[in-house]
């Protein structure tokens, strides 16, 4: 029970983790193209000009990124209970 909550927890740090790689992956994407980057239900990023400086502009979707927390924690809990010790 213990090795399963503690999967779970680890697979929470790992889902941020790779939630928030995604993400400025994608804001990084749409500064250096000036193109719209869109993470289907997740994120959506553009570029826009204010006062003659570029702005990034995104409106996130928090049911999506926490479903993509949520299975990536499942995965890995999955994985880490069909491992052998």
Do not use: H, K
Request: hydrophobic share 55%.
């Amino acid at each position: 029970m213990t090795r399963i909550v503690l999967s779970a927890l680890g697979g929470m740090l790992i889902g941020f983790s790779v939630l928030t790689i995604m993400l400025i992956g994608s804001l990084a994407v749409a500064l250096a193209t000036g193109v719209r980057v869109y993470l289907p239900g997740i994120f959506d990023a553009w570029i826009t000009e204010e006062n003659g400086m570029p702005a990034v502009n995104f409106t996130p979707s928090p049911w999506g990124m926490l479903a993509v927390v949520l299975i990536v924690s499942c995965c890995f809990v999955w994985a880490s209970s069909r491992s052998r010790r």
